[in-house]
């Protein structure tokens, strides 16, 4: 009994550093290939044409990384087509971005889910955010992407 608690236990901490080694970065240009397999010699599944836009790292191979962005599509990116830029995409409908930290502040604008926003600062559960020429905050909870 002993040794199959042990094994339980090797496994569950296997599982949470497999978690836990997941992480966000962004697109680094405005054309980036998303590959089936961790090589140039891979076919391309589709192109993203959005600069800064989040995906999560979930594995690496090399020289490449394999991602999954906020619509759940997964392959595998060149290491030099990615970023350390903080940006978010907003994942509720009709978001407000308010002028300072609070739901009790003035509203600046409202988001469509969608929306990519770059990411100034992020406090408590609030993000300074900036999308065009809008700048304000946003709960932390409506965004996924890149946040500290």
């Known amino acids: 009994m002993?040794?199959?608690?042990s094994i339980i236990f090797f496994f569950i901490l296997s599982f949470q550093n497999l978690v836990a080694s997941e992480y966000f970065l962004t697109l680094r240009n405005e054309k980036v290939n998303l590959r089936q397999g961790p090589s140039?010699?891979?076919p391309i599944k589709l192109f993203?044409?959005?600069?800064?836009l989040p995906v999560l790292v979930q594995d690496s191979y090399e020289n490449f990384r394999k991602i999954r962005d906020h619509e759940?599509?997964?392959?595998?990116?060149?290491?030099?087509?990615?970023?350390?830029?903080?940006?978010a995409i907003v994942i509720d409908d009709n978001q407000l971005i308010f002028n300072k930290p609070s739901i009790?502040?003035?509203?600046?604008?409202?988001l469509?889910?969608?929306?990519?926003?770059k990411i100034k600062k992020c406090k408590n559960d609030w993000c300074k955010v900036e999308v065009?020429?809008?700048n304000g905050w946003i709960?932390?909870?409506?965004?996924?992407g890149r946040l500290d």
């Open 2 to 5: 002993l040794k199959l608690n």
């Open 40 to 42: 140039f010699e891979y």
């Open 112 to 117: 469509e889910r969608g929306r990519l926003c």
């Open 139 to 144: 709960k932390k909870n409506s965004l996924w």
């Open 48 to 52: 993203y044409k959005k600069k800064f």
């Open 72 to 87: 759940n599509n997964t392959g595998w990116i060149h290491i030099s087509q990615l970023s350390k830029k903080k940006a």
């Open 104 to 110: 009790y502040s003035k509203p600046a604008v409202i």
């Open 132 to 134: 065009e020429k809008f």
